[in-house]
């Protein structure tokens, strides 16, 4: 099994814009995993999501099954009842049919084994569950004297809270609690005790500053890291404004504060905001006067900075293109001298800010994506049934443009580009098809940029065939159904759309700008094209559209490279040694 993989297993996580355990491709695992130990370790990942997990605790019975069939070797010959039937299933069902019969036919042959071997594991999971239990309760434990410190509360006052909870709530007919189930520890000096026994140190507190809380790939990738970090760290998230983040944060049970940058009184309002905190971590490069304030009170911070501006155009970046008015060229500067650890996603931009901070502060770590969740969403979905839901055919050849659709990314490009294929299109192969999600009517420009998509399509008759949606939460169904995920921006770093295509085997077409050549490779994963030209960008259409061998022999290399350079589980180790390894006193997290 793959390293990166066998990593990952622990805990699912989401890809950008999904949903907390919406819908997840669960084949990868139970491909990959050989031995029974890898088997046990995709159970316990099935056992922790099957009470959010739509179709949860049929992925846990499954697995503790194929746990058992991996003891019992059993061979399996069952198939679906007809070809149709099959490419309707998704790679899930047609594992549970055929578990079902191994089991059977393994039962059959080996009775006297199977009750020996059942019990066996009967009492490893009896053992396991033990484990958990005792590992979340030492996870409240935590939680209270947390909260303990963060108010200052007296140790009397906490011990009489408890004691109120137990005698008084917990006795209470409308609370049941599962036979003697022992959910809290009597008193804080108990609490204290437990965390000893079990390592668990209390957390650091970490204000982490988004730049805002719409869903885009930065504040995804913010999301990400939070939630990776999150039994390390106490965290408070701050943003200037109101998004529909919120709920993912809060879901987490995390406090979200609003921080106005437009307020005049913004830089003292981030020197008294970040306080009482332990750790800061600012996302993006607006986010400077946190950066500054941290130096101010001798916090430790992290800069994660997705941006590549050219340094002679810092002011023209900060007040022309972005419009953020308390952001200026020196500041910009101050803060790239006085951060602790400035993180780059990739190697281009550390090559463009060069110069500006010490030796030995910045770092590159590319961004992973979390291959646990989209492994799981593959396999329980079946792409056929997915393309149907979404109006497409076994005939149609779907291009998918995921982002904000605005003149960065580069979709008047996509329209051009396609209102030619259409053209040249003399209906005997597969119909094209064109999605592009990421749409927003709320700035005037962006609104201009759409109604110019539309008309350069409506010049070839283009436009019957594609179809432009807004923002979408989860995203995951657009990547299984697309044939070509495109992505041909004006000016980009190096965008989790391309990874996150490759994930699902799909091949990717990109502009050869900045950090993208650091994530594709021309010909293997799929083409770069250069920014700004329809010609080239349908040249390499035209080939994937007319070679379905091509299209799955990039798609397996795509998956590759993403395995072996943007697992999410490399990218959560490289920033836990950038925040940690210098802190010796950092939070131990609870190991499951």
């Not at 484990?131 to 996870?139: G, T």
């Amino acid at each position: 099994m793959d390293e990166t993989v066998a990593d990952l297993l622990p805990g699912m996580e989401l890809p950008a814009g999904a949903d907390p355990y919406e819908d997840f491709d669960f084949q990868p695992y139970f491909e990959e995993a050989k031995s029974e130990e890898e088997l046990r370790k995709t159970w316990r990942v099935f056992t922790k999501v099957k009470d959010v997990l739509e179709n949860g605790r049929r992925m846990e019975n499954a697995s503790w099954r194929l746990w058992h069939r991996e003891r019992l070797r059993g061979a399996s010959d069952s198939k679906a009842e007809t070809p149709e039937d099959e490419l309707m299933m998704s790679e899930m069902e047609k594992f549970d049919m055929n578990l079902d019969s191994s089991l059977r036919q393994a039962q059959e042959r080996t009775n006297h084994m199977v009750g020996e071997m059942f019990g066996g594991s009967q009492q490893k999971f009896m053992e396991e569950k033990e484990k958990q239990e005792a590992l979340q309760k030492a996870e409240r434990a935590r939680s209270l004297v947390e909260i303990q410190e963060k108010f200052g509360v007296p140790d009397a006052a906490v011990d009489a809270f408890l004691q109120w909870i137990r005698s008084d709530l917990l006795q209470s007919p409308e609370i049941s609690v599962a036979g003697s189930a022992d959910v809290m520890p009597p008193s804080l000096a108990d609490a204290k005790d437990l965390m000893e026994t079990l390592k668990v140190k209390p957390r650091k507190r970490c204000a982490a500053f988004g730049h805002s809380l719409e869903r885009n790939g930065a504040n995804n990738f913010l999301l990400y890291l939070v939630r990776e970090l999150k039994d390390e760290l106490a965290f408070t998230i701050f943003s200037p404004k109101e998004g529909a983040m919120r709920e993912d944060y809060e879901a987490m049970g995390m406090e979200v504060r609003i921080s106005d940058m437009k307020s005049p009184t913004y830089e003292n309002d981030v020197v008294e905001a970040i306080r009482d905190f332990d750790y800061t971590v600012a996302n993006t490069i607006m986010l400077t006067e946190v950066v500054i304030a941290s130096k101010k009170l001798a916090i430790p911070s992290l800069w994660v900075i997705h941006e590549a501006w050219p340094q002679d155009q810092f002011e023209y970046y900060a007040k022309e293109v972005f419009l953020m008015a308390h952001l200026d060229d020196s500041k910009i500067r101050q803060a790239f001298a006085e951060a602790t650890k400035i993180v780059f996603p990739a190697q281009v931009q550390k090559v463009c800010y060069e110069g500006l901070f010490k030796d030995g502060v910045a770092s590159v770590i590319y961004n992973g994506i979390p291959l646990a969740g989209i492994n799981t969403y593959r396999a329980v979905q079946s792409r056929k049934r997915v393309r149907a839901e979404l109006g497409y055919g076994e005939n149609d050849f779907l291009i998918v443009q995921m982002g904000t659709v605005c003149k960065r990314k580069g979709q008047l490009i996509t329209a051009q580009a396609f209102a030619q294929l259409i053209k040249r299109n003399d209906g005997t192969g597969k119909q094209p098809k064109l999605l592009m999600i990421g749409a927003r009517y709320i700035r005037q420009h962006e609104i201009d940029y759409i109604n110019a998509i539309k008309e350069e399509l409506a010049s070839t008759g283009a436009d019957q065939h594609t179809t432009i949606l807004d923002v979408k939460k989860n995203v995951l169904p657009y990547y299984l159904a697309a044939d070509v995920v495109v992505c041909p921006s004006l000016n980009e770093v190096l965008p989790l759309v391309i990874c996150e295509a490759m994930a699902f085997e799909r091949p990717v077409i990109a502009s050869k700008i900045d950090g993208i050549p650091e994530a594709l490779s021309d010909g293997v994963e799929g083409f770069l094209i250069p920014p700004g030209e329809p010609e080239p960008f349908l040249e390499k259409i035209e080939m994937l559209y007319n070679s379905d061998e091509l299209r799955i022999e990039m798609g397996k290399a795509g998956r590759r490279r993403v395995l072996s350079q943007f697992s999410f589980s490399v990218m959560a180790k490289a920033y836990r040694e950038t925040i940690f390894v210098e802190d010796p006193t950092a939070a131990v997290p609870v190991s499951t």
